[in-house]
């Protein structure tokens, strides 16, 4: 999950050069000089969308699998990684 939160915004970045646009940050605009590209642009937009999927899915599966240890297994999982006291049943 950490190397798709390090690079979807990198290829976020690329499509987001290679689509011809001008990064504004409100105080001053950052134009890097870059012409539209489509043989760039658009395998890039596809790619970036397909990571942020799979991102999507493995956060849905890690939240599944805690709640599968909570409910299911009962192990106390959650309870170890909460920051609170929590007192686990056993």
Excluded at 6 to 22: A, L, M
């Amino acid at each position: 999950m950490y190397a798709l939160l390090f690079v979807i915004p990198i290829v976020g970045i690329i499509t987001f050069v290679y689509h011809g646009r001008i990064f504004d940050f409100g105080l001053f605009k950052l134009d890097l000089g870059v012409k539209s590209n489509r043989a760039v642009f658009h395998p890039t937009e596809d790619l970036h969308g397909y990571l942020a999927y799979a991102l999507f899915a493995l956060a849905g599966i890690h939240a599944a699998t805690a709640i599968w240890h909570q409910f299911v297994l009962r192990d106390g999982l959650l309870a170890r990684m909460w920051p609170a006291r929590m007192s686990y049943r056993q």
